[in-house]
């Protein structure tokens, strides 16, 4: 079999090209001390001795880049293909969820177990709750869109790098000169994933093995629940028992105060992460600080927000944008409190696809579901939430004394 040639990015060949510099560099220095018959000067030793450090961080580099060439590859080797029931690639390479309905889901399994009927009990994986990718150019669906998800993880703990601090330091240098070091404070975080479940009210069997009924209940009602409860966790989450620590409490991150009104104060709070060199990719604002700025009007009584063409309805919906980011709208955000972000920042982690069960057994006021010939469906995921540099986010007081 012939030998796969993985091409090489314009950065790791530069790399490649830096690493080859610095050893021939340490080398000849080396090599004029062993001609000479004598040991290295001070000056020589510590010129080689950078070199040979920038050797150490350049050979990582290079392992690094042809890591990231390999993971380039095999994205165009398998991009649009798809991976399974609940998997598919993403258009950038990236192995993603795969949004899909719930009660389909659930006939597929029963088609694989030779039924066409709903057992009195059972179980089904399931797509995670709105794990679409989010289309760029498009409205954002909902908060869990725009956070990149880490799927396949082997424990129920996990553990990343959080950045709690940085000093950029970087500047141009003479050649042997000793280059500016640049302060960036990592921290390790061991955290677990948590539950996210929910249990439906008992539902006829009749209504139950109807796939059409049953799909209505299943991606409209038990879904939803999980969303809302997940995008709660998210944002409010105390980080105390079973809880995720949620943005709201979450420490390092900025805060904007309310300044003149509600568009000079979310302007702002774009600048305070641009200062930071930090680019936002969205809002994310309550449904009613969302509805404020679209009603918002002049003094005549006119719209400030105009359509297309200037005129007619406020704000595109489908566009939904402030100061040109994305606005991602939520209903577990409380009124008066904004956030701006860039959400590559963030993590979440999938530690299994969702699991859907169901059970005519459950017991209940002295008797089972079984003899009223119901059945009860039980939903559930398990997530954790990284949060990599808390200073790419920016909380926002939306309202004057808020």
């Not at 798809?82 to 889901?105: E, F, I, Q, Y």
């Not at 177990?113 to 009195?120: E, F, I, N, R, V």
């Not at 009990?121 to 990718?133: E, F, L, R």
């Not at 699991?355 to 997530?383: C, I, P």
């Amino acid at each position: 079999m012939d030998a796969i040639r993985i091409k090489a990015s314009a950065r790791t060949l530069e790399l490649q090209g830096d690493l080859a510099q610095h050893r021939q560099a340490a080398l000849a220095i080396a090599q004029k001390a062993l001609g000479e018959d004598r040991e290295l000067t001070t000056i020589e030793k510590e010129a080689a001795d950078q070199h040979l450090v920038a050797v150490e961080h350049l050979q990582r580099a290079v392992q690094k880049a042809n890591d990231n060439d390999l993971r380039a590859f095999v994205a165009d080797l398998g991009r649009g293909v798809d991976l399974g029931d609940h998997m598919r690639v993403a258009p950038d390479g990236r192995r993603v969820s795969k949004a899909g309905s719930w009660s389909s889901a659930v006939e597929k399994a029963l088609w694989r177990g030779g039924s066409k009927a709903l057992p009195t009990s059972g179980t089904a994986n399931i797509p995670v709750p709105d794990s679409q990718v989010w289309d760029r150019e498009a409205k954002i669906p909902s908060l869990l869109s725009v956070i990149p998800r880490v799927l396949d993880a082997s424990t129920a703990g996990y553990s990343y790098l959080r950045e709690t601090s940085r000093t950029l330091a970087a500047e141009a240098v003479a050649e042997g000169a000793v280059k500016p070091e640049s302060e960036i404070v990592m921290e390790r975080q061991d955290e677990r994933a948590t539950t996210i479940a929910t249990i439906g009210s008992p539902q006829s069997r009749q209504n139950a093995t109807d796939f059409s009924l049953l799909g209505g209940y299943l991606d409209r009602t038990l879904r939803l629940a999980l969303i809302v409860e997940i995008e709660d966790q998210l944002i409010n989450g105390s980080g105390a028992g079973a809880n995720l620590e949620g943005l709201l409490n979450l420490a390092g991150v900025w805060v904007q105060a309310w300044d003149t009104d509600i568009f000079t104060t979310t302007r702002k709070a774009i600048s305070v992460l641009e200062i930071d060199h930090v680019t936002p990719t969205c809002f994310v604002l309550s449904v009613e600080d969302w509805e404020a700025i679209e009603l918002e009007a002049t003094t005549t009584g006119a719209f400030l927000f105009k359509g297309a063409d200037g005129d007619g309805p406020p704000v595109s919906r489908a566009a939904r944008r402030l100061w040109g980011v994305p606005v991602a709208v939520t209903t577990e955000l409380a009124e008066g409190v904004g956030l701006v972000m860039d959400s590559m920042s963030l993590g979440l982690y999938e530690y299994q696809e969702a699991r859907l069960d169901w059970s005519e057994a459950t017991y209940e006021d002295g008797h089972t579901d079984f003899v009223k010939n119901q059945l009860r469906f039980r939903a559930e995921t398990r997530l954790g939430f990284a949060k990599y540099r808390p200073a790419s986010i920016c909380t926002i007081d939306m309202s004057a004394g808020s």
